[in-house]
């Protein structure tokens, strides 16, 4: 018999109930760390439940089941039905007792997700604050928001201050109204406002408030001085020191004469805008007076699309004269190719024909000119049109109807002309007969004179003579 409850057999251990109870690899080789083998896992929280779970069987490489703890009881006695398990004595068995330092770390969840959520609500609120302050900020700059107060508190009028100041971009009455909104009720926007403009240059902020814009009682101060006079640098010194209060403190004696010959330039001084109102025992009734701002009003006003027209029109008459004009010249000679086909006779307004080989030239005016036309030199005759006439002067000859009915030809190129194989050199002039041959730089033409317009014109010469 054996008195001790428990028999150490080896590396076995007896009880007295008929169990034997399997020692744990981890009880020799020590307390492992093991991460958990899940594909995806939860950092911290899988790795502690594997570390508090009792690893009661070696791992072995081939067994998937290496991470599974259990109690392995055999049975000795002739009874089947086995006792409930024994847990293994402490001088076995060794539990891992977790890291203080992971449970301080670990967060609780309920917690942790408050407090995230309030962190991010703080700063998604804080976002949209100071997103709401710069939102302008990239078109308004600070010379902008410093004429945009000087304007105000000179004129106290948003939509005179759209009008006559200049920004640094072309800003709407409606976005002016918005930005003096927000430097009034906005305080985010108007505390960077404020230091942006404290940082400005001091030369800037000078130019800023030399430009802003005058006030009712400044233009009036400058009314006293009358449009008839010629005043210096001296009168408007003295009327800025007497009115220090009324004037705007950046205003100089040069920028007050500026001023007042702009307002006289545009008739707006007191003396100026007065009418002339018949005084005496006449009386200006209502009437009289609004035919008289009537007939001011027509004839002064001038209307830019009925000027525009008018100019339009006098642009396109003037240029249908020059084309007329430069169309009379073509009148004076026609040109008309050469057929196989006998030309009709002449008609009532060609007086001769200068007659060549592919073209003919129908004289129809007192004189015309012989020649080459060029694109800067323009001829009635175009002796080109009958062959080459690079040898041709640009103006070679002229043909003139004296009133006796004869025609005479003048040679005034550098190449002579020939007549019926006389020359004519430049300078000198020859009589032209009918069927006469005129030979100019190797082309040939005839001249066919219109006998029945000839001799019409021939009596009506004589008629003049016989009675002066």
Known sequence: MMDSSNVNTGSLTHSTDGFLNIPLESDALGTKRRSSSRTIKRRKFDDELVETTFNLQPPTPNTKSA????????????LDIAPPPILPSPATVTTPVPQPERINRRPSR??????????????????????????DLGRWKPTDDLALITGVQQTNDLRMVHRGTKFSCRFTLQEIQQRWYALLYDSAVSRIAVQAMRNLHSELISSVQARTLYSKNEEDLLGTIKS???????????????????FYPARTAKALLAHWQLMKQYHLLPDQTVHNIPRGEHIL??????????????????????DNEMTIADRKNKKEIRMLENELGRWQVLVDNVSGVNPPDFDNQTLAILRGRLVRYLMRSREITVGRSTKDHNVDVDLTLEGPAWKISRRQGTIRLRNNGDFFISS????????????????????????????????????????ELISVIRQEAVKLNLNP
């Open 285 to 306: 009734s209502f009437s009289d007076a609004e035919d008289m701002i009537v007939d001011n009003e027509l004839t002064d006003q001038k209307d830019e699309m009925v």
């Open 412 to 451: 005034e190129g550098k190449r002579p002309i020939f007549v019926d194989s006389r020359p004519i050199l430049a300078g000198n002039k020859m009589k032209l007969n009918h069927n006469s041959v005129v030979e100019i730089a190797g082309l040939r033409f005839i001249f066919l004179i219109n006998q």
């Open 228 to 246: 008839t006079t010629q005043p210096s640098l001296e009168t408007f010194q003295g009327l800025l020191e007497t009115n220090a209060q009324i």
């Open 67 to 78: 991470s599974r703890s259990r109690t392995v009881s055999v049975s000795t006695g002739p």
């Open 110 to 135: 309920p917690s942790g997700s408050s407090s995230s959520s309030g962190r991010k609500s703080k700063k998604n609120k804080n976002h949209s604050h100071s997103a709401n302050a710069t939102k």
